[in-house]
T-cell receptor, first 110, second 114 residues
Framework: SQQGEEDPQALSIQEGENATMNCSYK?????LQWYRQNSGRGLVHLIL?????REKHSGRLRVTLDTSKKSSSLLITASRAADTASYFC??????????FGQGTRLTINP | DGGITQSPKYLFRKEGQNVTLSCEQN?????MYWYRQDPGQGLRLIYY???????QKGDIAEGYSVSREKKESFPLTVTSAQKNPTAFYLC?????????????FGPGTRLTVL
């Protein structure tokens, strides 16, 4: 079953603007990961945030985690056309499985 | 180059045929995974293997089979029992079987049933 639910399902913004995507989940997690998928390609790992962390940065990416609300957000600052892709959150259930959400399709307009 | 490869990139199958999708990694990872992705959807886990000669069913294993005879290889067979096999198939690996680890994905195989 899909636990992570991304919001919005699709987002279209102008180049240079910031993009924010949200992920909600239902059960306790060990960590939460964000991945990116360009159309027709495999996924690429972006960032991992542990359940005892609240915020993490990687370049133009900022991820927050609120375990009390069971939610995470991914912020991409100063967006570029190359950021156009689908973004997925994945939550770790138990020790063995990643459960992926349905993704947010991000389009950056030049 | 280190990485994970899948072949073929596109595969066409007639109804009633079994087909095997290849997945190879030279990252020396213990764990390997197979996912299915339908258009506009997330990934669903088919099978995973934490170590050679061992594998477990994921959420949608019916109609699929796997083997893990070598650390580097985790082929997926889509059998005729899979009623709706047209999809994008992604293979992944991670350094160990703990899902807390980052997974590395191959480029995918798009399977179409004619």
């Amino acid at each position: 079953s899909q636990q992570g639910e991304e919001d919005p399902q699709a987002l279209s913004i102008q180049e240079g603007e910031n993009a924010t995507m949200n992920c909600s989940y239902k059960t306790s997690i060990n960590n939460l990961q964000w991945y990116r998928q360009n159309s027709g390609r495999g996924l690429v790992h972006l960032i991992l945030i542990r359940s005892n962390e609240r915020e993490k940065h990687s370049g133009r990416l900022r991820v927050t985690l609120d375990t009390s609300k069971k939610s995470s957000s991914l912020l991409i600052t100063a967006s570029r056309a190359a950021d156009t892709a689908s973004y997925f959150c994945a939550t770790v259930q138990g020790a063995q499985k990643l459960v992926f959400g349905q993704g947010t399709r991000l389009t950056i307009n030049p | 180059d280190g990485g994970i490869t899948q072949s073929p990139k596109y595969l066409f199958r007639k109804e009633g045929q079994n087909v095997t999708l290849s997945c190879e990694q030279n990252l020396n990872h213990d764990a390997m995974y197979w996912y299915r992705q339908d258009p506009g959807q997330g990934l669903r886990l088919i099978y995973y293997s934490q170590i050679v000669n061992d594998f477990q069913k994921g959420d949608i294993a019916e109609g699929y089979s796997v083997s893990r005879e070598k650390k580097e290889s985790f082929p997926l067979t889509v059998t005729s029992a899979q009623k709706n096999p047209t999809a994008f198939y992604l293979c992944a690996s991670s350094i160990s079987g703990r899902a807390a680890n980052e997974q590395f994905f191959g480029p995918g195989t798009r399977l179409t049933v004619l």
